[in-house]
């Protein structure tokens, strides 16, 4: 009975559309309540995994199938566990550069051009930056800003 408590076991719980990171939320609540007895170990809403969220904990499946009873806008629990290794890449952050490539069109959400749309001419993934022109600009002005900093619109695929 020993080595089965310290077995670990993810689940994933489908959720509402967009309400993966309420659905954290509220599991977190859920479980802090004095009177749940239900363990939960950790709670992700990866960015890359839409309508779930991933449960790690020693408790068998009827057991979170029981919680998830408790959270708002959780739906099902799959059937099914998950490893640790199968997870793991959605614990490690992706650089803010990761899918723009010269020639992207994007529109920036900060600094005092928001709302302006640029062409990618640069990526630097070493320090997540990458340099624009802007596409209403008389003057194709080089501008470097953060990855994080704005939004695809169009990746200048021709496929």
Same mark, same amino acid.
């Given at each position: 009975? #020993? %080595?089965?408590?310290? =077995?670990?076991? &993810? ?9 993966? +990171?309420? *659905? ?31 449960? #790690? %904990?020693?408790?068998? =499946?009827?057991? &979170? ?9 959780? +739906?099902? *629990? ?82």
């Amino acid at each position: 009975m #020993e %080595t089965e408590s310290r =077995l670990t076991h &993810v689940y994933a719980v489908k959720t509402t559309n967009r309400g993966e +990171r309420r *659905v954290a939320d509220n599991i977190d609540q859920v479980v802090r309540d004095s009177r749940n007895t239900i363990k939960v170990l950790s709670v992700i809403a990866p960015d890359e995994l839409k309508g779930y969220v991933l449960v #790690e %904990t020693n408790e068998p =499946l009827a057991r &979170v199938q029981e919680l998830m009873e408790q959270v708002t806008s959780a +739906r099902i *629990v799959l059937p099914g566990t998950m490893s640790l290794d199968e997870v793991g890449h959605y614990l490690t952050p992706k650089p803010a550069v990761t899918g723009i490539d010269e020639g992207t069109i994007v529109e920036l959400i900060s600094g005092p051009f928001k709302g302006e749309k640029a062409v990618v001419k640069r990526v630097d993934a070493s320090k997540e930056e990458i340099t624009v022109e802007l596409y209403e600009s008389v003057l194709p002005i080089p501008i470097t800003v953060r990855g994080d900093n704005v939004r695809i619109i169009d990746r200048g695929d021709d496929n």
